[in-house]
């Protein structure tokens, strides 16, 4: 079946404007993971969202960052007024619950802020 | 919080040969995850192996095992008969196993190097 798929692939954008960056989680998984991987903080955990329930949001980095996910399927992470720091790999991954071991994670949406 | 160290940055093996990462983790709760995960250059994170805490067996999966001292908090991954397909990055990572979320902590990664 179909991984967890991200797009875009890569984004390059100007300092200062906002970017959306998609996750479509494996069908049927409840949980979804955003983490940043970038050179200086190596892999970090962003935001997580379960089912209904309110998102666990403490990794996000500033009030710049923000994620939704409707339907409880794609996702979308967003940064706004983007800073040169935010340039990192963007991963997203999914389970089939906050039980479930295994997350599978998808390609990645390069970020780069010029 | 939790915390994983990976103290090799970068490793190098020979071909068909037995090469181990380490890593090691901090932790004050007993019943955790832990996983050996590759990333080769396309970006994509693959689960290599896992480890439950509360097995005192330690995990294989073919050509993959780990060795896990609980005590010392200690999770090293053996890659035997190296290909040169193992070449990537490899990350230990962390979970905890109740209900607050589960998200993953890694460690800074081991770069592995395959030499024909």
């Known amino acids: 079946g179909a991984g967890v798929s991200q797009s875009p692939s890569n984004k390059v954008t100007e300092k200062g404007k906002d970017v959306e960056l998609r996750c479509d989680p494996i069908?049927?998984?409840?949980?979804l993971y955003w983490y940043r991987q970038s050179l200086g903080q190596g892999l970090e955990f962003l935001i997580y969202?379960?089912?209904?329930?309110?998102?666990?949001k403490s990794g996000l980095p500033s009030d710049r960052f923000s994620a939704e996910r409707t339907g409880g399927s794609v996702s979308t992470l967003t940064i706004q007024r983007t800073q040169q720091e935010d340039s990192a790999v963007y991963l997203c991954?999914?389970?089939?619950?906050?039980?479930?071991?295994?997350?599978?994670f998808g390609p990645g949406t390069r970020l780069t802020v010029t | 919080a939790q915390t994983v160290t990976q103290s090799q940055p970068e490793m190098s093996v020979q071909e068909a040969e037995t090469v181990t990462l380490s890593c090691t983790y901090d932790?004050?709760?007993?019943?955790?995850?832990l996983f050996w995960y590759k990333q080769p250059p396309s970006r994509q994170m693959i689960l290599v192996i896992r480890?439950?805490?509360?097995?005192?067996q330690n995990a294989t999966e073919n050509r993959f095992s780990v060795n896990f001292q609980k005590a010392a908090k200690s999770f090293s991954l053996k890659i035997s008969d190296s290909q040169l397909g193992d070449a990537a990055m490899y990350f230990c990572?962390?979970?905890?196993?109740?209900?607050?979320?589960?998200?993953?902590?890694f460690g800074g990664g081991t770069r592995l190097m395959v030499k024909p």
């Open positions: 991954a999914s389970s089939w619950g906050w039980t479930s071991y295994e997350q599978y």
């Open positions: 069908s049927g998984h409840t949980a």
């Open positions: 969202f379960q089912g209904n329930s309110a998102p666990d």
């Open positions: 932790t004050s709760e007993s019943d955790y995850y």
């Open positions: 480890q439950e805490a509360y097995k005192q």
């Open positions: 990572a962390y979970r905890n196993n109740n209900n607050a979320g589960n998200m993953l902590t």
